[in-house]
């Protein structure tokens, strides 16, 4: 079983943002209201998670899509 890094690689961050450069990935991260940590060499440090579920492919529990019709039944 493959483990998954907690936080996002080098790459994963420069893919998001389109750039190399940590001054520019940290201006892109601000502007668009990402939360991260900078390190210590100023490289953004950007939680997994965080970033799987503003991007909307997180783990999440599909919820019931049927409508509740014995609810409608009662009222």
Known sequence: MET??????PGEVEMLT???THARQ????????WRFELSGSNRPII???YAESLLG???HQHQNTR???????AA
Do not use: E, I
């Not at 998954?4 to 690689?9: G, K, N, R, T």
């Not at 409508?67 to 039944?73: E, I, K, M, T, Y």
């Open 4 to 9: 998954v890094p907690a936080f996002l690689l």
């Open 18 to 20: 389109g750039f190399k």
């Open 26 to 33: 940290v201006s892109w991260l601000r502007t668009k209201g």
């Open 47 to 49: 939680a997994r998670r």
């Open 57 to 59: 492919c997180g783990d």
């Open 67 to 73: 409508p509740n019709f014995d609810a409608l039944r």
